[in-house]
């Protein structure tokens, strides 16, 4: 009878022992393992997290009591924490809980440029707050789980607990479909970079914001806005790309455009024509989209002058100020097929004399741009002009952008913009 009343008690003390384990924070299971799962942070260490554009660590963050926690130390423009690696498509699942009157956030795609001073005017943020003693007025957009300035979420799920008691997060993307969940309820849904997107990203906090949300890549950053905030159980699962194949150009319109400076882009008889204005200054056609990898093909004819160019992995800085790395379109004797780095080591690969003869001058002259992790490659009329490999290219991203050169009287046209992207290739950025 003793041994069995032993024995029972042994039974019971694993039990419990494996329950205990089966809680643990900051592990994964055997399960998660199998599927792809990874840890952002370890419970121990702050290994794989780093300041925001910088390589070491001084925000005010800490390991406390196996969880990442801010020291409340931080403000609007400091006191971020980013990942060392860059993710593009995941399931993001992390616990939180937030001191009172609180104000945090988890952001994601963000890019670390020169001029960026904080992450939030590139990535998107699940917003981590205490919604009912924050001192002053919340509006829906800024609450617990909301898609910071963009999307709200439904109050029929949303539960949410007091300050100091742990809530668990999710957030989904899955190129392009976005999902939040809290405390077990998914509370919002949308699609990046649809209509509804961009009108809200135009109208609100945004409009002056040209590259906020477009990237498909970028770091994830966790938020000292001046309020104690803790975090465990950081888990990411990433998943594949679906490559697109589209025409960039309907025939119709400037759908799926954005025009940035004074001179005039218009559609006539099916076709694309940039013209100079009565500014004569640049001007610059962008896709709203950013295009990492892929394989550009269009037609153009150069009416008068033709000094242009289309621009690869590039954005907007601020009015017509562009960085990133165009292919020469040019009048014959200037390159056309080259690539030059704006605001940085200019030409970076001209094309030799002899092939100079490749462009049919007052005719349409075919071109297609392949882009692929650091190396870019041009064709004009289905001669190859340049290849070029370049790590600093490789680090980039941004949209597909056509220019118009400064001094008048330029004019191009322009028809059957398709691009294809790269199966599997923003993975390997």
Same mark, same amino acid.
């Given at each position: ?19 205990? &384990? ?5 592990? +994964? ?45 931080? !403000? ?27 104000? !945090? ?47 709200? &979420? ?11 008691? =742990? #809530? ?19 509370? +919002? ?34 938020? @000292? ?22 025409? +960039? ?7 799926? =455009? ?6 005039? =882009? ?7 024509? &940039? ?31 033709? #000094?242009?160019?289309?621009? $690869? ?8 100020? $562009? ?21 940085? /080591?200019? =030409?970076?690969?001209?094309?030799? @004399? ?26 004009? #009329? ?10 600093? $290219? ?5 949209? $597909? ?13 322009? /028809? ?9 290739? /923003?993975?390997?950025?």
């Amino acid at each position: 009878m003793k041994h069995r009343f032993f024995l029972s008690i042994v039974i019971l003390f694993q039990g419990l022992l494996m329950i205990g &384990c089966s809680q643990q924070d900051n592990i +994964l299971t055997e399960q998660e393992k199998q599927e792809g799962w990874k840890l952002l942070f370890d419970g121990k260490t702050m290994d794989g997290w780093r300041d925001f554009k910088g390589q070491g660590l001084t925000a005010t963050w800490k390991v406390e009591g196996a969880t990442l926690a801010s020291l409340g130390e931080g !403000s609007d423009s400091t006191g971020y924490i980013v990942t060392r690696d860059q993710y593009s498509n995941f399931i993001l699942t992390f616990d939180w809980k937030i001191s009172r009157g609180g104000n !945090s956030g988890v952001l994601y795609h963000v890019l670390e440029r020169p001029e960026y001073k904080v992450p939030y005017v590139s990535g998107p943020e699940y917003q981590v707050i205490d919604d009912i003693n924050f001192p002053g007025k919340l509006e829906e957009w800024q609450k617990a789980g909301a898609d910071y300035a963009m999307y709200v &979420c439904d109050p029929a799920k949303k539960k949410v607990k007091k300050p100091g008691q =742990w #809530n668990s997060s999710k957030i989904v993307f899955d190129n392009g479909h976005v999902e939040h969940w809290l405390n077990g309820e998914k509370v +919002l849904e949308f699609e990046a970079w649809t209509d509804d997107w961009f009108a809200r990203k135009e109208s609100g906090k945004w409009e002056n914001a040209p590259e906020y949300g477009l990237a498909r890549k970028g770091v994830f950053a966790l938020q @000292d806005h001046g309020d104690r905030a803790w975090y465990k159980n950081i888990k990411i699962k990433e998943l594949p790309a679906k490559p697109m194949e589209e025409d +960039l150009f309907n025939g119709r319109d400037l759908t799926g =455009w954005d025009v940035y400076g004074t001179e005039l =882009w218009y559609v006539d008889n099916g076709e694309l024509v &940039c013209e100079s204005g009565p500014d004569k200054q640049y001007g610059y056609f962008g896709t709203r989209k950013y295009y990492d990898n892929f394989d550009l093909t269009l037609e153009f004819k150069q009416i008068a002058d033709g #000094n242009s160019g289309v621009f $690869i992995r590039s954005y907007i800085k601020q009015g017509v100020e $562009i960085s990133g790395w165009q292919v020469e379109v040019a009048p014959p004797g200037f390159d056309t097929g080259g690539i030059y780095e704006s605001y940085g /080591r200019g =030409w970076l690969a001209l094309i030799p @004399d002899d092939m100079e003869k490749i462009l049919k001058k007052g005719e349409w002259n075919k071109m297609r741009i392949k882009v692929e992790g650091n190396t870019v490659t041009t064709f004009l #009329n289905d001669v190859q002009m340049v290849e070029l490999t370049d790590d600093k $290219i490789g680090q980039g991203q941004g949209r $597909i952008l056509l220019q118009i050169h400064d001094g008048g009287g330029i004019k191009v046209r322009w /028809r059957n913009l398709h691009v294809k992207e790269l199966a599997g290739a /923003r993975d390997m950025l």
